[in-house]
């Protein structure tokens, strides 16, 4: 069955620039979008179709996809920032989500 | 405004059975398609379900079909999630969502209801 990795965690120092990779085979043939969850809170769309950023969403965040690794960058780091992130996919008519990163801005 | 409310969650035995809403407004609801994604205490997300706009599509995870029956009733603004033959790693948070459109994703989120399958 189809499957997307993301490493369980990554460090940023503020105001630098966090990378968080989502991989699945042949990833770039399929559109990916990208959550941020927050402690007790429901998550938020962040990027959907590879590099689309919703209204509302700060520039700082972006996302691409190429081969078999998808990836969610920020820019410019900020404390606020710091969260669970997810990457999300289809596989078929099925949802297929990564296992999460936890983010943190140290 | 956009606003998806859940309720129904609850403790239940192995074995029983539980009946998840999702009351939805701010939006066309008949308009989208809607989903149930779960979460376990500690744990990242999983898709459940999916529901056509006219209820004529459906689709799970392969680890609750069978078991959950998803529905709803666009006369009542309402997604449902019938939950039958309940196991220990049913426990979770459930979120109703939409789907924002074609290939984007969940735009829109329920702040979930919790679900403990416990004797």
């Known amino acids: 069955s189809f499957e997307l990795i993301q490493p369980p965690s990554v460090s940023v120092s503020p105001g630098q620039t966090a990378s968080i990779t989502c991989s699945g085979d042949q990833l770039e043939h399929k559109y990916v979008c990208w959550y941020q969850q927050k402690p007790g809170q429901s998550p938020v769309r962040v990027i959907y179709?590879?590099?689309r950023r919703p209204s509302g969403i700060p520039e700082r965040f972006s996302g691409s996809n190429s081969g078999n690794t998808a990836c969610l960058t920020i820019s410019e780091t900020q404390a606020m920032d710091e969260a669970d992130y997810y990457c999300q996919a289809w596989d078929g008519s099925t949802v297929v989500f990564g296992g999460g990163t936890k983010l943190t801005v140290l | 405004e956009v606003q998806l409310v859940e309720s129904g969650g609850g403790l239940v035995q192995p074995g029983g059975s539980l009946r998840l809403s999702c009351t939805a407004s701010?939006?066309?609801?008949?308009?989208?398609?809607m989903n149930w994604v779960r979460q376990a205490p500690g744990k990242g997300l999983e898709w459940v379900a999916n529901?056509?706009?006219?209820?004529?599509?459906?689709d799970y995870v392969d680890s609750v079909k069978g078991r959950f029956t998803i529905s709803r009733d666009n006369a009542k603004n309402s997604l449902y999630l019938q939950m039958n033959s309940l196991r220990a790693e049913d426990t979770a948070v459930y979120f109703c969502?939409?789907?924002?459109?074609?290939?984007?994703?969940?735009?829109?989120w329920g702040q979930g209801t919790l679900v403990t399958v416990s004797s």
């Open positions: 529901i056509k706009q006219d209820g004529s599509e459906k």
């Open positions: 701010g939006f066309t609801f008949s308009n989208y398609w």
């Open positions: 179709q590879d590099d």
């Open positions: 969502a939409t789907l924002g459109g074609v290939w984007s994703g969940f735009d829109y």
